[in-house]
């Protein structure tokens, strides 16, 4: 069984910056590409970005295209989402999960599993 915890969500500007991590513990992390998501209030949860198991391909909304930057490190079974020029319409929860079904497309949240409790950003002056 795989857990993901995120963490390094909070407050910041427009233009700012955050850097998002995705702690896993449990067997095989390795094994499984992870994908960053968030849901802003009212609306529906939304892939951001997906990073494959050996970090060698990634994926970005184009929302994030050029602001977003995913990267993992598996020999500390972390994830990170490196978040630059933040604004207001980035604030959401966001959420790490371990994509289990490639029927679908790698931001597609159907599949993933695993997910995790969720890092609230907000993008406020």
């Known amino acids: 069984q795989l857990q993901l915890v995120e963490s390094g969500g909070g407050l910041v500007q427009p233009g700012g910056s955050l850097r998002l991590s995705c702690a896993a513990t449990?067997?095989?992390?390795?094994?499984?590409?992870i994908g960053w998501f968030r849901q802003a209030p009212g609306k529906e949860r939304e892939g951001v970005s997906c990073?494959?198991?050996?970090?060698?391909?990634?994926h970005y909304a184009d929302s994030v295209k050029g602001r977003f930057t995913i990267s993992r490190d598996n020999a500390k079974n972390m994830v990170y989402l490196q978040m630059n020029s933040l604004k207001p319409e980035d604030t959401a929860v966001y959420f790490c999960?371990?994509?289990?079904?490639?029927?679908?497309?790698?931001?597609?949240?159907?599949?993933?599993?695993?997910w995790g409790q969720g890092t609230q950003v907000t993008v406020s002056p």
């Open positions: 449990g067997v095989t992390f390795d094994y499984y590409a």
């Open positions: 990073i494959s198991s050996n970090g060698g391909s990634t």
């Open positions: 999960a371990a994509r289990r079904n490639y029927d679908y497309g790698p931001l597609d949240r159907r599949g993933f599993d695993y």
